[in-house]
Structures are given as C-alpha cells and as structure tokens.
C-alpha cells in the first residue's frame, strides 16, 4: 500500500471509529468507503466500524471489481451508484443511528428532501436529501433507486433503512451523517406538533453563501 492510500485508509478508519463513538453505528451495522486514485477502500462485510483496519480493508476498482482484501461489504452498489451521482466526493459514509432511520419511516418532507429546512445548519451543511425508495439492502434494486433520483443532492435517506453522505473525505463525510442524525432527531421530536421551518428566502441566502442545494 502506498503512503496516500494508506493515509486515506487512516482516515476511513478513524471516521468509523468516531461514528461508533458518537453511538451512530449500532452492532455490526454501517459501511464506509474513501476513493484513492483509481481505487475504492471500503469497510468489509461483517466488521463493525469500531474495528476496521487499514491494512484489512476491501480494494474495488474503478469498475467496482474487488481486487484486495477481505470481502467488501454488501452495500457496495450503493456506494458506487453515490459515487456515480456526486463525482466530485471522496468519501461515502452509510449509517443506521437511530434517528436518522426513524425519520426515514416518515413521509418524505417534499420530493427533493426527506428532512424540512429545520435547521440553518442542515441547510448550509448538507442541503437537501432525498427519501430514496425502499429496496432490500445490498440489493442491485436499492442502488438502482438511487440512480433514478431527479435533482442535484450529496446526502439521502434510504426508506427504512438510514442515512447515506458522500463529502470530500471520510471526516467530512461522517460531519455531513451526524448532521442528518440531528436534523433527524428534531423532526422525529416535533411529530404531532407545529413547528416552523426556514423561509425560502432564509434557505437561498443559506445556499448561495454555502454553496449546497435545496430546491424551495
């Protein structure tokens, strides 16, 4: 492994552990990736994320062939479809933390964004994310949802299931996932009551300045 993969593995693995930290990534659940170079390291199947290595990652390549290390884990497809969609990232990250799949059992907010404009912060650090529609996890199906999703968008909520970010880096990536567990954990909060959310005009200043999309 060269010094700027295994650097890059360095940090997926850090930010898995810091997601086990925060209580974001309950038993084995949740899989992470970082792309370096032409190559894709993810977290194999079955290891939870307080125990990655970063000599025993999974190595796709730019095709999503595995070509190293263990077997990757089952979402894979889905990464590679986030990949697809924001091409610009270098880093996934997919969590099952509480709130964030209790807020993807709830109707989508609008059709761009599961979650409203709660929070200045949603808005200016993640932007709008989408309810992708259920499909079995691991499944070419769920990937395939994925893809057919109108709109410009850096994170989603899988019906279901939980959250997925795509960032430049795992850390920034993981920012992106504790800030959807938040949002989340808000609106799961305030079901059954009235709440306001931010004003179109509020949510346009927050992007223009932040450079995230949301769709009013």
């Not at 084995?28 to 990652?57: F, I, K, Q, W, Y």
């Not at 924001?86 to 993807?104: E, F, I, N």
């Not at 949802?145 to 410009?152: F, I, Q, V, Y």
Request: net charge negative.
């Amino acid at each position: 492994m060269n010094p700027t993969t295994l650097e890059d593995a360095e940090r997926l693995c850090a930010a898995g552990r810091r997601a086990v930290d925060l209580g974001l990534s309950p038993g084995a659940s949740g899989n992470v990736s970082v792309r370096s170079g032409d190559l894709t390291l993810m977290s194999p199947t079955g290891v939870p994320l307080s125990e990655l290595d970063p000599g025993e990652l999974s190595v796709l390549d730019d095709s999503g062939r595995h070509v190293d290390g263990p077997a990757p884990s089952k979402e894979f497809p889905l990464h590679l479809a986030m990949y697809r969609r924001v091409q610009r990232a270098g880093s996934v990250v997919h969590l099952h933390s509480p709130h964030t799949v209790a807020a993807s059992c709830l109707p989508a907010w609008s059709k761009t964004s599961a979650l409203p404009p709660i929070t200045p912060y949603l808005v200016m650090r993640v932007g709008q994310a989408p309810l992708v529609p259920y499909a079995a996890p691991g499944s070419a199906r769920l990937a395939q949802n994925l893809d057919e999703l109108p709109g410009d968008f850096r994170a989603a909520l899988l019906a279901n299931h939980g959250s997925l970010v795509a960032a430049a880096d795992p850390a920034a990536a993981l920012d992106g996932a504790i800030e959807l567990e938040e949002a989340s954990r808000i609106v799961v909060s305030l079901q059954g009551r009235e709440f306001s959310v931010l004003t179109p005009e509020d949510v346009r200043e927050l992007t223009e300045r932040y450079g995230t999309v949301w769709e009013c």
